[in-house]
């Protein structure tokens, strides 16, 4: 009989234990979601961008803002893409991104995409938030 308490009392200790650990995984979860992040957001960046990095701005520009503002960049690579009448237009891309703090199962950060011309001339811009689940 006494077997049979003990044994009762472990089920009833992992359940509660379960319990805990899920109720503390959802509380964990809000707060990161609530907790304002002093991580810029694509918004955030865009304006930014709009501001300090006027179409034209060089290669060297770029690189210096981002440096200025700690965000992890990568080389430029050369990339095309097709005009109206489909022609091929040879530009050279800058990719930089800001890593965000996990939100639960999922990670997020800012991508953002610099395009230059053949003279290293800013051309166009994207900025976007990526999400990716853990």
Known sequence: METYHQINRLAVLAKSSTLTLGLCLVLLSLTSVSCGS???????????????????????????????????????????????????????ILTASIQHKRLGFETSRVLMVFYFDESDRLTKYEVKNVYTAV
Do not use: C, Y
């Open 38 to 92: 002093s991580q810029p957001s694509a918004e955030d960046m865009r304006k930014l961008i709009a501001v300090q990095l006027p179409i034209g701005s060089t290669k060297s520009e770029v690189t210096a803002f981002l440096d200025s503002k700690s965000i992890r960049h990568e080389d430029i690579q050369e990339h095309f893409e097709l005009d109206e009448e489909h022609r091929r237009i040879n530009t050279r």
